[in-house]
């Protein structure tokens, strides 16, 4: 039987009900929460939020938990996306590798800086040109090596848009920047850590963004940022992120100097690094640009306010100079050829029946020195070089050779290899006294002491040039008697330099750079693979070989322009010179090196260097005529554009006479219709770049920007390249205004920024003349651009811009203008409406055009091309075309000559 209490719920007494009801009341705060469910859980994801960050952060990001300088300064934190981290170091190694004030990814075991990085430098005062900066860091995450102790940063305001940054090592230098009043930007010193941020109108243009600053014995770095937008140069167009040069010369390398531009909405600035140590930039996907240069002076940085691209091409102009040496043959067709069993006799003669139009030639080959150049020698190329130069110039062509800087090594019978050894007598009293009576022209022993030489054993170092050996001379400031004597040829009218970075195959001793330099990429290395070794040295002077390699080229340049300075001058490399033309040289044949070098020229161009000499179907044995002809019509068509072009044969030819059928006809027509472009050519030339990227051209154009498959040639026309194999279509981005095609006439329909995309076959290539516009060109080609300028007439192309001033005006009113350099304070000025063409003159010497005797330009105009007009007044499809004669001579009476255009 269950038992049942006998009680019910309802009698019990209050009191009890009253005690549980003051128990509940007394319940501490902690009991509380440790019996509330919904809380503990809260709390339990609170403590877990906040503690496994902190956990993570220490675990994964410090390579200790060390605490930071006890100076007061900024922690800096690890917490950095991945995509915006700066190495610190080499970035890649060992957690036990990186420095303990950087932070370390375990997962990707990459050591990196923190935001801020503690390496800095400090100024405990404010600004100023003489204050010193000293390291917050005592040693650098580069092998760690001491922090130099002593920098100092100058800032010299040298216009009103161009400031110069310099730090550099106090204990060496000393620099003073001046100031001035007026100028377009401003800028911020922060302290104690230094920062330095440059302001302009259209914003921050230059910011250290508390980034990295280290110095050390052979080895600098900075970072800093530009904008957040696009940049361009460096050959790139865009500037891609995750992108690397070196400035080091060396096949492959920058051929310009080393300028970026950077946008900030519709405005441009720009940046040159003026660093001739070897350098590494690297475009940072987080928008950073880091500089890391082996050198032991510093850093220094050009400043461009802009805010238009042509004006920053105007401020380099004024650092780097202008060349003043273009004549109008320079900008015809150069022909040199390596290909053996190739008679130079016979392709003159076989390019004369096939009317191949060359304005030069090399002769026989390029030229490599003897070490010795007497004539008597028996191993003398002397007798070879001027017999080639005077077949050319039988055949009414210039004499431009190629020349190497380094010299054929030939050992004279009398060395001994105790004279070669002397050492000691070397280094003490100089070059060694030999007993045997030589000449200036054994360029050896003569001028063995300006000979680079090994480090080791002061032995005349010596390189392979394809199994021969050759000798490195310093050109810096060489005697002029040493280049008279290397140069015992006849008479040249021009000369391309070539492989003077200088070129060298021999393998190199890269391991000690680990001894030497803190730092050494791969980047680098492969810039040095094929240069001379790294730390040669001279007799008189102890700075090792890398710190003078940029100048190497540029010094031999200067030496050949010392030697006759009136005398065009090409140059495979050059330091900061705009003075001299740039050649182009070791370009494969391909699809992917005929755009890169479209983008290379117009960003050269740009950049200072109008003169820009490029291959056609580059320049190495790495042609397949076979497989590439396709290839090699696309490069003719689009070398009818560059500023300069040549025809460099090696192995295999790549001449037009080397084409059967259509494709030589094809060919042949692309380089006569560059001569007679040059006409138009040379006008631009006088006064701005002749290949352009769209950033440059249409500065507000902002659709166009970052377009690289369309580029402005001068002012007026615009080129759509084909840049694939079999491309059938083209698209073109429309520009601002009215634009016509260049040979027919056909306008453009679109709005700016529109796509318009056209047909195109094996023998098109696409141009277009903007509205507003007259080209002067010449139709009839002779077989050079000298003779084209002066037996062919002029013709001409009118493309009308027509406007009404409101809705109601019925008629439009069009207009067009152009003009024709002929001389230094002469030219001719067109002018034209939809009934008449004016033509006047700027300046009062007609001899040029007009002299039986002295004239070397066309006198007269026979076909004019009008674009533009109602249709009822063309008498073809697109444009109309007058054939006339109209004597410009007439201008030496007459203030004008105006000609009816209906008629």
Request: charged share 20%; hydrophobic share 35%; net charge negative.
């Amino acid at each position: 039987m269950i038992p049942h209490i006998n009680d019910s719920k309802d009698e019990l007494v209050d009191s009890e009900v009253f005690y549980s009801y003051e128990k509940l009341n007394n319940i501490k705060w902690y009991d509380r929460i440790l019996l509330n469910r919904p809380l503990k859980v809260t709390i339990v994801f609170l403590l877990i939020g906040v503690a496994a960050p902190v956990l993570l952060y220490h675990f994964y990001f410090f390579t200790a938990l060390n605490l930071p300088p006890s100076d007061g300064f900024s922690i800096g934190s690890c917490l950095i996306p991945r995509e915006t981290r700066l190495a610190c170091g080499v970035g890649q190694m060992p957690q036990d590798q990186c420095h303990p004030h950087c932070c370390y990814d375990r997962n990707l075991q990459m050591c990196f800086h923190r935001i801020p990085s503690r390496f800095s430098y400090i100024i405990d005062q404010q600004w100023s040109e003489d204050v010193v900066l000293h390291p917050r860091i005592a040693t650098v995450p580069f092998s760690n090596q001491n922090s130099l102790s002593q920098l100092r940063l100058s800032i010299d305001e040298q216009s009103a848009t161009h400031l110069v940054l310099t730090f550099y090592n106090s204990q060496n230098n000393s620099i003073s920047g001046k100031r001035i009043g007026s100028k377009n930007y401003s800028y911020e010193i922060g302290i104690p850590e230094i920062n330095i941020a440059v302001n302009a109108s259209q914003g921050t243009i230059f910011d250290t963004a508390r980034g990295p600053l280290i110095a050390s014995d052979n080895i600098w770095e900075i970072a800093f940022k530009l904008t957040n937008e696009s940049m361009y140069g460096l050959g790139e167009l865009p500037l891609k992120k995750n992108t690397t040069k070196v400035i080091y010369s060396h096949s492959g390398g920058l051929s310009s100097v080393p300028l970026i531009f950077a946008r900030i909405n519709t405005s441009f600035h720009g940046l040159m690094i003026d660093v001739n140590e070897p350098t590494e930039i690297l475009i940072h996907p987080g928008d950073q640009i880091v500089v890391r240069s082996i050198t032991n002076f510093g850093l220094k940085f050009h400043l461009f306010v802009g805010p238009e691209p042509k004006g920053i091409m105007e401020d380099v102009m004024k650092i780097i100079g202008r060349n003043k040496q273009l004549k109008y043959w320079m900008l015809g067709i150069h022909v040199c050829s390596e290909v053996p069993d190739i008679d130079l006799d016979n392709f003159i003669s076989n390019a004369t029946r096939n009317q191949m139009p060359f304005d030069s030639h090399c002769g026989h080959g390029p030229i490599v020195f003897n070490s010795n150049q007497c004539k008597t020698s028996n191993v003398s190329n002397i007798g070879e070089v001027n017999s080639g130069a005077n077949i050319v110039r039988e055949a009414g062509k210039k004499f431009v050779p190629y020349v190497s800087p380094y010299i054929r090594y030939i050992k004279a019978e009398n060395d001994t290899l105790e004279e070669e050894v002397n050492k000691t007598e070397r280094v003490i009293y100089g070059p060694t006294l030999h007993t045997v009576n030589t000449e200036s022209c054994e360029i050896l022993p003569t001028y063995e002491d300006v000979m680079y030489r090994l480090p080791n054993t002061m032995e005349i170092y010596k390189g392979d040039i394809n199994g021969t050996e050759v000798v490195y001379p310093d050109y810096k400031g060489v005697a002029s008697e040493f280049l008279n004597d290397l140069w015992a040829y006849d008479h040249y009218d021009g000369v391309v330099l070539e492989n003077n970075w200088p070129l060298d195959y021999s393998e190199k001793h890269l391991n000690e750079t680990a001894l030497y330099l803190p730092y050494f990429s791969e980047n680098l290395e492969t810039a040095f693979a094929n240069t001379p070794q790294w730390n040669l040295t001279l007799l008189n002077d102890s700075n090792l070989y890398l710190f003078n390699h940029n100048t190497y080229g540029d010094n031999f340049a200067q030496a050949f322009a010392k030697k006759d300075n009136t005398t065009p001058i090409w140059s495979t490399s050059l330091w900061m010179n705009g003075g001299l033309a740039i050649n182009r040289q070791n370009i494969d044949a391909s699809w992917t090196n005929l755009h890169r070098e479209l983008v290379s020229a117009a960003l050269g161009g740009i950049s200072g260097h109008w003169l820009w000499s490029s291959p056609i179907c580059g320049d190495t044995e790495n042609f397949n005529q076979t497989t590439q002809t396709n290839l090699c019509i696309k490069w003719y068509l689009a070398a009818t554009y560059f500023p300069m072009i040549k025809i460099h044969s090696k192995t295999h030819m790549r001449y037009p006479t080397a084409f059967n059928g259509t494709q030589r006809s094809i060919v042949l027509s692309a380089l006569n219709r560059r001569l007679g472009l040059l006409p138009y050519f040379y006008t631009t030339l006088q006064e701005g770049p002749l290949l352009r990227p769209m950033f440059y051209q249409f500065p507000l154009s902002e659709s166009l920007y970052d377009i690289n498959t369309q580029f402005s040639v001068g002012d007026i026309l615009l080129i759509v390249p084909n840049l694939t194999p079999s491309q059938s279509h083209a698209h073109l981005w429309l520009p601002g205004g009215t634009w016509y095609e260049l040979w027919s006439g056909l306008r453009m329909e679109g709005n700016e920024g529109d796509p318009v995309t056209m047909t195109t076959a094996e023998a098109d290539f696409l141009t277009f003349i903007k509205g507003g516009s007259i080209l002067v060109y010449q139709k009839e080609i002779e077989q050079t651009a000298e003779n084209t300028q002066f037996f062919s007439p002029f013709s001409l192309v009118i493309a009308l811009e027509c406007t009404r001033s409101n809705e109601e005006q019925s008629t439009p009113q069009c207009h067009a203008t152009g003009k024709q350099f002929i001389k230094t304070n002469m030219s001719l000025i067109f002018s034209a409406n939809d009934t008449n063409l004016v033509i006047t003159a700027d300046g009062n010497d007609f001899d040029p055009i007009c002299d039986i005797a002295t004239g070397y330009w066309a006198y007269d105009i026979r076909d004019i091309n009008i674009y533009g007009l109602d249709e009822e007044l063309n008498n073809y499809d697109n444009h109309r075309e007058v054939s006339t004669f109209v004597d410009l001579c007439h201008l030496e009476i007459d203030p004008e000559i105006v000609v009816n255009l209906l008629s």
